[in-house]
């Protein structure tokens, strides 16, 4: 069964925006993004609590990226701007099942969407 689904993806050019949507198939505590470019290993992007009151970037994207969520619409967002190259990569949606404040581990994470893929050309 399918509980995470992203979108949003796409090819954009070096300084775009761009805004990914997870949708879940029900309501999940913290959630939160993670992304794999090719060569590298998965790192993590920023998470959100339930309550969208806690909020935690990585360095790489932070004053860049902004992650958000609508409960009432069980969808969690992550909009990019002022994209560059080095964020190629493919962004998964994560969420927990079980209540969880947030951490940039994965293993903290026991939901995984099947991920889009994020193209920033020079």
């Known amino acids: 069964q399918v509980q995470l689904v992203e979108s949003g993806g796409g090819l954009v050019q070096t300084g775009d925006s761009l805004t990914l949507s997870c949708t879940a198939s029900v309501g999940y505590y913290a959630m939160g993004w993670f992304r794999q470019a090719p060569g590298k290993e998965r790192e993590f992007v920023a998470w959100?609590?339930?309550?969208?009151?806690?909020?935690f970037y990585a360095d790489s994207v932070k004053g860049r990226f902004t992650i958000s969520r609508d409960n009432a619409k069980n969808q969690e967002y992550l909009q990019m701007n002022r994209l560059k190259p080095d964020d190629t990569a493919i962004y998964y949606c994560?969420?927990?099942?079980?209540?969880?404040?947030?951490?940039?581990?994965?293993?903290?994470?026991?939901?995984w969407g099947q991920g889009t893929q994020v193209t920033v050309s020079s």
């Open positions: 959100i609590n339930w309550t969208g009151e806690r909020t």
């Open positions: 994560v969420a927990s099942s079980r209540y969880y404040s947030g951490s940039p581990d994965p293993d903290g994470y026991d939901l």
